[in-house]
């Protein structure tokens, strides 16, 4: 409860919740300025793997579209003739040892939700620990990849990247602009100036590209060949459920849709039990791809999870190219 409350107020005026976090958000701030120096001046050692790296981050914590991302950028790179692995963080995996293979089959609970994900719509090999370089030298070891792509570990400077793509919320952009606990940036705003791209998830400020979040049809949980199109659902009533870092966008893409929702939010990552998404009424139940990804283990009757895809400019994937092209020379 007092982390929700913490939370409202990075998106609201300056009050006495932000007032008593800002000492700890100053501390924040000065210990992870020193930590980007002293690698930046090679006092503490990053690692340089043999193939390039592509970092996808965010410098604000939670739900700003970047799996999408990530997903969608990894496509084009097969698309284009690359042999691409995906490392990733496996936040909220409960596995003994690290690193880890992630496929299709894995679970989610031992190698986190967003990599099971990213394994199922890929394709390609995904590595998952807390020591990113670790994943990726058993990703290189294991498969012929050619260009790692990193979800999340914009801050993981023990490891060398050659393109960094930071991902904003287009809604709620940076907050109050202050870093935890008093707001939600992980670092300052001015650290954007020394990233390659820029992409907005909504509407793109100055220097930005456009992302927009598409949503294609209803799959159900159970059996993701069966199929609904978006207008099944609407004008019916449905048990909503989302988990992921801003449940809000989640339950506006439904309503949208014209269906009208009961709203079952939970935290990003959350573990769920059959009662979660058990409902009374018999309402069909539907949520989020990540959310699938840990129901599938239920047996559920009338459960399906909404695909979107990252649809971005042209000129994005422009950009990239010619910055692989930088990489590759």
């Known amino acids: 409860m007092l982390s929700k409350i913490i939370q409202r107020s990075w998106y609201q005026s300056f009050g006495i919740i932000t007032?008593?976090?800002l000492p700890l958000s100053i501390i924040y701030c000065v210990v992870t300025w020193i930590r980007r120096v002293l690698y930046n001046y090679n006092i503490l050692k990053s690692s340089k793997l043999p193939v390039p790296v592509v970092v996808v981050g965010n410098i604000s914590v939670g739900g700003t579209g970047k799996t999408p991302l990530v997903i969608a950028i990894t496509q084009?790179?097969?698309a284009n003739g690359f042999n691409p692995g995906v490392i990733s963080r496996g936040y909220g995996g409960?596995?003994?040892?690290?690193?880890q293979d992630v496929t299709t089959e894995s679970?989610?609970?031992l190698v986190g939700d967003e990599t099971v994900l990213i394994a199922n719509r890929c394709r390609c090999p995904v590595s998952v620990g807390p020591d990113r370089v670790a994943a990726a030298s058993a990703l290189l070891t294991a498969h012929q990849c050619d260009i790692i792509v990193s979800d999340d570990g914009l801050q993981h400077y023990a490891m060398k990247r050659d393109i960094e793509i930071v991902v904003i919320d287009g809604e709620r952009r940076f907050g109050n602009q202050l870093c935890l606990p008093a707001g939600p940036l992980r670092e300052l705003p001015s650290r954007l100036r020394t990233v390659n791209i820029l992409v907005a998830n909504g509407t793109p400020g100055a220097g930005e590209f456009g992302m927009q979040l598409k949503a294609y049809a209803f799959h159900r949980v159970n059996n993701d060949t069966e199929l609904k199109p978006l207008s099944a659902f609407e004008n019916k009533r449905?048990?909503?459920v989302s988990g992921i870092g801003n449940n809000e966008r989640f339950f506006?893409?439904?309503?949208?849709?014209g269906i009208h929702i009961r709203k079952h939010p939970f935290q990003d990552h959350?573990?769920?039990k059959l009662k979660d998404i058990s409902f009374s009424g018999k309402k069909p139940v539907l949520?989020?791809?990540k959310d699938a990804v840990k129901c599938k283990k239920y047996t559920l009757q009338d459960a399906w999870y909404l695909r979107v895809d990252a649809s971005l400019e042209n000129r994005f994937y422009e950009t990239l190219t010619n910055l692989l092209r930088k990489t590759n020379g």
């Open 94 to 99: 409960r596995a003994s040892q690290w690193p």
């Open 19 to 21: 007032f008593l976090l």
């Open 76 to 78: 084009y790179l097969k």
């Open 287 to 289: 949520m989020t791809e």
């Open 107 to 109: 679970d989610p609970t």
């Open 238 to 240: 449905v048990d909503a």
């Open 252 to 257: 506006r893409q439904l309503q949208d849709l």
């Open 270 to 272: 959350h573990q769920y």
